[in-house]
């Protein structure tokens, strides 16, 4: 059999053992990917399976208008030495799954010796490569080659070259497309491998971990949201709220520099801008804000010692401010940064960033 239509993920195989096995079988020089979106996982996943086949070099094109495609799996590419292009530009997604395996690259005709075709659903994620439930058709030694290379050409052709530039760029806008998604829509997306729930309090599952620096999907310096447990503060007239390292970073990066005595002016969830201040403490390297006692539930924060201090930076460069009791609202900001793998704990409370 030279081609057929399967599924994957229905009946026991996975794309991943569909496309090692051509991949090993066929031993193509170069391989050409053009797929929606690429996670960090499916990424890692995809450059095992090639470079366990011998693959020489790789060219990759996807989108990057939705603000799916991971900025670290981009990252990682460039780094691996990948041929890498995005696609911004069309009035809708750049949506093909298409991975193409040949003897060479060609720049009119697409490649030369062409190997193997698979079209399909599958992007380069964790969940199409093991568990979704994906179809494709795959063909080895295909006989429309043309055809086959010139939709690869197209493709490739679409895409613009990433550079550093472009992907710092890129890695802000990803954060920004990701900032009111849910959690479980994260998961669907294929921006995060999974979602861990928090409980009511907003705490994290007992078994669940900070992360690496490797697993945090939006650097601090790309952010615009940062968040901080108020199981604990310091202050007996202001409610002084403490930020660890990341969070602090990205509200100093948002705020730009403040006054000589620390004040910036914050929209509170009322509705009213009030002067908070805002500094650094070398003595145990935490960022404080100070919040005025008329914002929205400080009391209910001293009496409580829960819920979640939230500071945005919106679109439009407004930054705002806002307690969050438990509940709902608190648990999709928590879950966000769980997902995200954006988020830390000290020994009192935990905080995030995205």
């Known amino acids: 059999m030279t081609s057929s239509i399967v599924t994957t993920g229905i009946r026991g195989n996975t794309y991943k053992t569909l496309l090692r096995k051509h991949i090993l079988h066929t031993k193509p020089s170069v391989v050409g990917l053009a797929v929606a979106y690429v996670s960090a996982s499916g990424f890692n996943l995809v450059k095992s399976i090639l470079d366990e086949g011998g693959v020489d070099e790789v060219r990759l094109v996807t989108d990057t208008k939705d603000g799916v495609t991971h900025p670290k799996a981009l990252q990682t590419a460039m780094d691996s030495g990948w041929g890498i292009r995005v696609v911004d530009s069309l009035p809708g997604t750049f949506h093909p799954k298409l991975y193409v395996g040949a003897d060479s690259f060609n720049e009119t005709k697409g490649v030369d010796g062409l190997s193997l075709v698979i079209a399909g659903s599958q992007n380069l994620s964790l969940g199409a490569f093991s568990r979704n439930g994906e179809c494709a058709f795959w063909s080895v030694a295909p006989h429309s ?29 990803f954060a920004l497309r990701n900032r009111h998604r849910r959690p479980e829509d ?16 907003g705490a994290p599952p007992k078994n669940a971990t900070p992360p690496k620096t490797a697993e945090k999907a939006i650097s601090e310096t790309a952010a615009s949201v940062a968040w901080a447990g108020l199981q604990s503060f310091t202050g007996e007239y202001n409610l002084q709220v403490e930020f660890p390292k990341e969070a602090g970073l990205v509200l100093r990066r948002v705020f730009g520099k403040p006054s000589k005595d620390g004040s910036i002016d914050i929209l509170c969830a009322d509705g009213i801008t009030r002067t908070f201040k805002f500094r650094f403490y070398e003595d145990n390297g935490m960022f404080r804000l100070n919040v005025p006692n008329a914002a929205p539930l400080v009391d209910w924060a001293r009496a409580n010692k829960a819920g979640i201090a939230y500071v945005e930076h919106d ?23 769980l997902a995200l793998g954006t988020w830390g704990r000290t020994p009192t409370r935990l905080y995030g960033w995205y």
């Open 145 to 173: 080659r043309d055809s086959a290379a010139q939709a690869w050409l197209d493709c490739w052709q679409l895409g613009v070259p990433l550079t550093k530039t472009k992907l710092k760029d890129y890695e802000k806008y």
């Open 186 to 201: 994260l998961v669907t997306l294929g921006v995060a491998d999974s979602a861990p729930k928090t409980t009511a309090a």
């Open 315 to 337: 679109e439009v460069g407004v930054i705002s401010f806002e307690i969050l009791k438990p509940g709902q609202p608190l648990m999709d900001v928590v879950d966000r940064s």
